[in-house]
């Protein structure tokens, strides 16, 4: 990992300070935020902005450190995208027939 | 210089994962409804996940990507599975 080039330095460290902030303003707002339904929107950003981050900052030292393109860790991203919308919808459908 | 660029960025993000999971914990505690509590476990395990990924990225290691897949996997069919018991009363519907 030390034999990375500086800008691919710099683009791996603004990747990875990009979805710490943006996880952690999810997951503050999962804590602060008022009614259900609006926390309900908040750790999205942690599902999508940071693990995609994350992974493409991944994907990036594995290419550059091996000198060849390696995309297994899109298949977290791709469980992510799948499986989210499910939880959500049906702790949406839960809130709203229990209140 | 380098190796400091990503060891401060590595850190932070693995402070901010962490206080991350701190607040969710603390939702996980407090939350009024039972949706509330199930939402928080979605997020710490977002969060766990992603602290594992940014670990296997510094310490070069295979392994912490199976441990993250594994961990998005029974994850997400925990809270589909709670969610469900909430909704129906049941998990699996004969």
Request: proline share 3%.
């Amino acid at each position: 990992m030390s034999q990375l080039p500086l800008w691919a330095a710099l683009i791996v460290a603004l990747l990875l300070a990009v979805a710490g902030i943006a996880t952690l303003i999810g997951s503050l707002g999962l804590l602060r935020l008022h009614s259900f339904y609006e926390r309900m929107h908040a750790p999205t950003m942690g599902t999508t902005l940071g693990a995609f981050c994350v992974v493409l900052a991944c994907t990036l030292v594995a290419a550059l450190v091996q000198h060849r393109p390696i995309v297994h860790e899109w298949l977290i991203c791709l469980l992510l995208v799948l499986t989210a919308p499910v939880t959500a919808i049906v702790l949406m459908q839960s809130a709203i027939r229990r209140s | 210089m380098n190796q400091l660029i990503l060891d401060g960025a590595i850190g932070f993000a693995l402070l901010c994962f962490v206080l991350g999971l701190g607040c969710a914990v603390l939702r996980l505690l407090r939350g009024p409804a039972a949706e509330d509590r199930i939402l928080a476990l979605d997020t710490i395990y977002i969060n766990g996940m992603l602290i594992l990924l940014v670990l296997g990225l510094r310490f070069e290691a295979g392994l912490y990507f199976d441990v993250a897949l594994l961990i998005a996997l029974f994850g997400f069919a925990g809270s589909t599975a709670l969610a469900k018991f909430l909704l129906r009363g049941e998990v699996i519907e004969p």
